[in-house]
Nanobody
Framework: VQLQASGGGLVQAGDSLRLSCAAS????????MGWYRQSPGRQRDLVAE???????NYVDSVKGRFTISRDNDRNTAYLQMNSLKPEDTAVYYC???????????????WGQGTLVTVSS
């Protein structure tokens, strides 16, 4: 599985951005897709994820502002980020959890990081 991330950039607080993550290769084994983010000096944390059936999960800090969606025909996930805050500044990494069996057996594939910078 290969992931191609796009989007990101420099915006002002309150602005919006959309990230995309297009999967290719063995896409039929993909289960969850989503994004993690990492800011300097901090660990990489989950932002949002979406399962094939459409169920979603968000970190509390982005609930109500970010929306994750998925186009299964295009094997692409999207993260619409609204009302951005300076604390959203980070490198965002898309991922695809793939494999069979239990979720603990899935393997995470990663896209290249994309920088989101929100100025105050």
């Amino acid at each position: 599985v290969q992931l191609q991330a796009s989007g990101g950039g420099l915006v002002q607080a309150g602005d919006s951005l959309r990230l995309s993550c297009a999967a290719s290769g063995r896409t039929h084994i993909i289960n969850k897709m989503g994004w993690y983010r990492q800011s300097p000096g901090r660990q990489r944390d989950l932002v949002a994820e979406i399962k094939p059936g459409g169920s979603t999960n968000y970190v509390d800090s982005v609930k109500g502002r970010f929306t994750i969606s998925r186009d299964n025909d295009r094997n692409t996930a999207y993260l619409q980020m609204n009302s951005l805050k300076p604390e959203d500044t980070a490198v965002y990494y898309c991922f695809a959890a793939a494999g069979a069996g239990r979720e603990s057996d899935w393997y995470n594939y990663w896209g290249q990081g994309t920088l989101v910078t929100v100025s105050s």
